[in-house]
């Protein structure tokens, strides 16, 4: 199931007026078509037509007692119907170009793009007019028509043998040239298709205003983390190397060697949109946990100044989800849901830099703000998968809503901005494997992603890593 790819010849060729324009649903396509090549004919015939599906193949391998067995299920909607709005006859009549190449004839022709599917019996054929193979509804038929139009898309996933997915939405103009033609088994004369020219478009996703603040949908995730090293303590803080009884009891965890608890807090984007010129944020915080029932050591609990805790190296991982359906029992949702990694970067501060410092806790506030933050299971997991939340934070250094500790805007400072291409941040950008699209769903195909980050974290020349992962809804740019 190959997607259509350009084909073009002096016999015939598609061209549009504003080449490789990318179009909005609802917009105009204008174009014409060309013949360069000789001919000459009595009677001829230029059409051209515009059709849209999204297409979805599924491999997959069987094992039994004869050995293994490869599988291969599609599956089709039709979007466009095959009416005079999308099939066009823009010639009809005698043609002769002669054969020095110096004239050429071209025909206009015109498109309007729909909002929303035409063909509602193309959508219910290919879902077998049964809504588990769809995940959009398709009963009652006449509300297909108000599902808004998939933009140009395609993922492949895994491979012919390895149980892959690919799947695509194509919106693809094909003109057709036919000559008359007589036959010696008949005395009538008949059309013959001598040439057929082909041009894929482009959709766009639908365009969205810049979001809001509040839009930004930011999850919070907290965890526990602690060190237990002497270089806690000022007179060992600056010592390159401890001593080998030190270091034996660092090793078995003494009671003699000091402790720093504290809780990581994270406030990462739930929804990321694609070309926006703010920076994606992404806010990290340190909260020192100094009450009596914490497990910081008294005497790091009775210093001046609390320990500072610095990120050292971050790292950003983008899973792309890809589900599909098939109308088929064999394979149902075994073979269908697929999750790849789709995007790697990493910044590390060079060697010999500290790291980006987080904000000191004010320790007047420490033990009474830190007692009741980040407690029990349910705040540790907050912001993991679903647990995305509203709320925010300050930019760094500064002190965040009532009730948050300050934290430090990472995002803000590397000016971290996902395009659909590359991730461009404060010395990049980083290119892509593959385009970036929005998160969305047709009949046949959903697409949604994951963000995983990492972090390693510096304190008194320890460090600890942590890390997290949750679903992140890209969506479309505004320009």
Same mark, same amino acid.
Not at 150 to 161: A, D, L, R
Not at 263 to 283: A, T
């Given at each position: 199931?190959?997607?259509?790819?350009?084909?073009?010849?002096?016999?015939?060729?598609?061209?549009?007026?504003?080449?490789?324009?990318?179009?909005?649903?609802?917009?105009?396509?204008?174009?014409?078509?060309?013949?360069?090549?000789?001919?000459?004919?009595?009677?001829?015939?230029?059409?051209?037509?515009?059709?849209?599906?999204?297409?979805?193949?599924?491999?997959?391998?069987?094992?039994?007692?004869?050995?293994?067995?490869?599988?291969?299920?599609?599956?089709?909607?039709?979007?466009?119907?095959?009416?005079?709005?999308?099939?066009?006859?823009?010639?009809?009549?005698?043609?002769?170009?002669?054969?020095?190449?110096?004239?050429?004839?071209?025909?206009?022709?015109?498109? &309007?793009?729909?909002?929303?599917?035409?063909?509602?019996?193309?959508?219910?054929?290919?879902?077998?007019?049964?809504?588990?193979?769809?995940?959009?509804?398709?009963?009652?038929?006449?509300?297909?028509?108000?599902?808004?139009?998939?933009?140009?898309?395609?993922?492949?996933?895994?491979?012919?043998?390895?149980?892959?997915?690919?799947?695509?939405?194509?919106?693809?103009?094909?003109?057709?040239?036919?000559?008359?033609?007589?036959?010696?088994?008949?005395?009538?004369?008949?059309?013959?298709?001598?040439?057929?020219?082909?041009?894929?478009?482009?959709?766009?996703?639908?365009?969205?205003?810049?979001?809001?603040?509040?839009?930004?949908?930011?999850?919070?995730?907290?965890?526990?983390?602690?060190?237990?090293?002497?270089?806690?303590?000022?007179?060992?803080?600056?010592?390159?190397?401890?001593?080998?009884?030190?270091?034996?009891?660092?090793?078995?965890?003494?009671?003699?060697?000091?402790?720093?608890?504290?809780?990581?807090?994270?406030?990462?984007?739930?929804?990321?949109?694609?070309?926006?010129?703010?920076?994606?944020?992404?806010?990290?915080?340190?909260?020192?946990?100094?009450?009596?029932?914490?497990?910081?050591?008294?005497?790091?609990?009775?210093?001046?100044?609390?320990?500072?805790?610095?990120?050292?190296?971050?790292?950003?991982?983008?899973?792309?989800?890809?589900?599909?359906?098939?109308? &088929?029992?064999?394979?149902?949702?075994?073979?269908?849901?697929?999750?790849?990694?789709?995007?790697?970067?990493?910044?590390?501060?060079?060697?010999?830099?500290?790291?980006?410092?987080?904000?000191?806790?004010?320790?007047?506030?420490?033990?009474?703000?830190?007692?009741?933050?980040?407690?029990?299971?349910?705040?540790?997991?907050?912001?993991?998968?679903?647990?995305?939340?509203?709320?925010?934070? &300050?930019?760094?250094?500064?002190?965040?809503?009532?009730?948050?500790?300050?934290?430090?805007?990472?995002?803000?400072?590397?000016?971290?901005?996902?395009?659909?291409?590359?991730?461009?941040?404060?010395?990049?950008?980083?290119?892509? &494997?593959?385009?970036?699209?929005?998160?969305?769903?047709?009949?046949?195909?959903?697409?949604?992603?994951?963000?995983?980050?990492?972090?390693?974290?510096?304190?008194?020349?320890?460090?600890?890593?942590?890390?997290?992962?949750?679903?992140?809804?890209?969506?479309?740019?505004?320009?």
């Amino acid at each position: 199931m190959p997607q259509a790819v350009i084909e073009a010849s002096p016999d015939l060729a598609i061209e549009l007026d504003v080449p490789n324009r990318e179009y909005n649903p609802g917009e105009t396509i204008t174009g014409r078509v060309f013949r360069r090549s000789h001919v000459v004919s009595s009677e001829a015939l230029v059409s051209i037509k515009l059709y849209g599906r999204t297409k979805v193949r599924v491999d997959y391998t069987t094992n039994s007692g004869n050995g293994s067995q490869h599988h291969t299920v599609r599956t089709r909607f039709n979007l466009l119907g095959s009416g005079p709005a999308f099939y066009n006859t823009i010639f009809k009549g005698p043609i002769h170009i002669p054969p020095d190449g110096s004239k050429t004839e071209s025909w206009p022709f015109s498109f &309007s793009l729909p909002f929303g599917p035409v063909n509602p019996q193309g959508v219910r054929e290919g879902a077998h007019n049964k809504q588990k193979h769809s995940f959009l509804p398709i009963d009652p038929p006449d509300q297909i028509t108000s599902h808004p139009l998939p933009f140009t898309f395609y993922t492949k996933v895994g491979s012919y043998w390895a149980n892959g997915i690919e799947a695509y939405v194509e919106y693809v103009l094909q003109a057709e040239f036919f000559e008359e033609h007589t036959s010696r088994f008949s005395s009538s004369p008949s059309a013959k298709k001598t040439a057929t020219a082909v041009l894929p478009i482009t959709l766009r996703p639908p365009p969205i205003p810049p979001l809001l603040p509040d839009e930004w949908r930011l999850g919070r995730w907290v965890r526990r983390e602690g060190v237990r090293t002497q270089r806690l303590i000022p007179e060992f803080a600056d010592s390159e190397e401890l001593s080998f009884k030190q270091k034996i009891l660092k090793l078995f965890h003494s009671s003699k060697v000091p402790k720093y608890s504290f809780d990581i807090l994270v406030i990462s984007p739930g929804v990321i949109q694609l070309g926006s010129v703010d920076p994606v944020p992404f806010r990290v915080a340190a909260v020192p946990r100094l009450g009596q029932a914490d497990e910081t050591s008294d005497e790091v609990r009775q210093l001046e100044r609390t320990p500072t805790v610095s990120v050292v190296s971050l790292k950003m991982v983008v899973k792309a989800r890809t589900e599909v359906k098939v109308a &088929s029992s064999l394979v149902w949702d075994r073979y269908t849901d697929r999750t790849d990694k789709f995007f790697e970067w990493s910044w590390m501060w060079k060697e010999g830099e500290e790291g980006m410092a987080l904000p000191v806790w004010d320790r007047r506030m420490g033990a009474e703000a830190g007692a009741g933050f980040g407690e029990g299971d349910e705040k540790k997991k907050m912001g993991e998968k679903e647990g995305l939340g509203g709320g925010g934070m &300050s930019s760094a250094g500064g002190g965040g809503p009532e009730g948050e500790p300050p934290a430090r805007d990472i995002g803000a400072e590397l000016g971290l901005r996902f395009n659909p291409t590359e991730l461009a941040y404060r010395g990049g950008p980083a290119k892509m &494997s593959a385009l970036l699209y929005p998160d969305f769903t047709t009949y046949n195909i959903r697409r949604t992603h994951e963000l995983k980050w990492e972090m390693v974290l510096a304190v008194a020349k320890e460090t600890v890593k942590v890390s997290n992962d949750h679903f992140v809804r890209f969506v479309a740019s505004w320009t």
